[in-house]
């Protein structure tokens, strides 16, 4: 059964450290590098709240399983310490692979080899899931991920054929995605946002759409845009216990960004609402310039959505999908 951990991750990405000559019988050091490709860990374009807070390595080899599980910390401080790499010390030589969990504490884990080896017993690969009426890490709003202090999960997995001491660089990448909502208030007078409204929102039961907003996924990138079986969508509504309140002066903009699990809905479900003070704007499918409808969000990217609230008490709603690289986004033209 400890083969299941192979399933980790689908998407291995083959690395090189090998010679001609095999050394199979051999030791080997290994310096592990996160891949700047997918995720530094000084990423100048990531939020504070979006960095690496603890990280963890485990090594798995063949039938012998997993021989390697170390937990890092870091803080401000450390934190820059991670470009210059991870050392982990006389390893078997051969074939080897390496799997990074980053921020676990984020979904409520503790991938000790024992809850490793319980959870794959009962499932074909490492999952995050919310529990109705328990724990539910995602979908989250930006304020709440920088007051838990526990980031954002990532993961990476890379198998190698180590013959030699070398760096072994692994791809990471973000388990969620990331939702750049912009109100812009196109009005003449200030406009107090009280509800953002992803999905139907209490309009749900009725139409019997059930939203976008997914309540699992896979910790490490799978096909099949990471929805595991039994995935359950609904609605989201920020503001729904207290309004938000936010205030947007006239020809200004604001911004609500959240995060949440890979999702692949029914196309009509990727719909925006706003209530504000007097008005009730109804959930609208979103829109883009080239006319294509979005249909999935995967893992690692944002969406950035622009909604615009006019004096016509009417408000128009588009969107982008871009890799989630910058810390700013610009407002598109509505004319």
Request: charged residues 20%; glycine residues 8%.
């Amino acid at each position: 059964m400890i083969n299941t951990i192979v399933c980790l991750a689908l998407c291995a990405a083959a690395a090189g450290c090998s010679r001609s000559e095999s050394l199979s019988d051999g030791r080997a050091d290994v310096k592990i590098m996160l891949d700047p490709g997918y995720m530094s860990a000084d990423d100048p374009n990531a939020l504070e709240a979006e960095g690496i807070n603890t990280l963890r390595i485990v090594v798995y080899k063949g039938d012998s399983g997993i021989i390697r599980n170390y937990k890092y910390e870091y803080d401000d401080s450390t934190r820059p310490l991670l470009s210059q790499g991870i050392g982990i010390y006389d390893l078997p030589t051969g074939p080897i692979g390496f799997f990074v969990i980053i921020n676990e504490e984020s979904i409520g884990k503790e991938y000790t080899d024992e809850a490793i080896l319980s959870e794959l017993a009962t499932s074909e690969k490492l999952l995050i899931q919310n529990v109705k009426g328990g724990a539910e890490y995602f979908p989250m709003a930006l304020p709440d991920i920088e007051g838990s202090g526990n980031g954002l999960p990532m993961s990476g997995y890379t198998d190698i054929e180590l013959v030699e001491n070398c760096s072994v660089y692994i791809p990471v990448k973000r388990a969620v995605a990331k939702l750049n909502l912009t109100i812009s208030n196109a009005t003449s007078s200030e406009i107090v946002v009280n509800k953002i409204i992803y999905g139907y929102g209490n309009n749900e039961q009725a139409t019997g759409d059930p939203g976008f907003i997914s309540d699992r996924c896979w910790l490490f990138e799978s096909y099949n845009q990471d929805m595991p079986d039994g995935t359950q969508y609904a609605s989201l509504i920020f503001g729904a216990n207290e309004n938000l309140g936010i205030r947007i002066p006239p020809s200004s903009d604001a911004m609500h960004v959240c995060y949440i699990y890979p999702c692949n809905s029914d196309v009509d479900s990727y719909r925006l609402g706003i209530e504000t003070e007097g008005e009730t704007y109804l959930p609208s499918r979103f829109d883009s310039n080239s006319g294509t409808p979005i249909n999935h969000i995967a893992r690692n990217t944002q969406v950035n959505i622009f909604a615009s609230i006019s004096s016509e008490s009417t408000i128009k709603i588009n969107f982008e999908v871009t890799p989630w690289t910058a810390k700013s986004v610009a407002v598109p033209d509505f004319d």
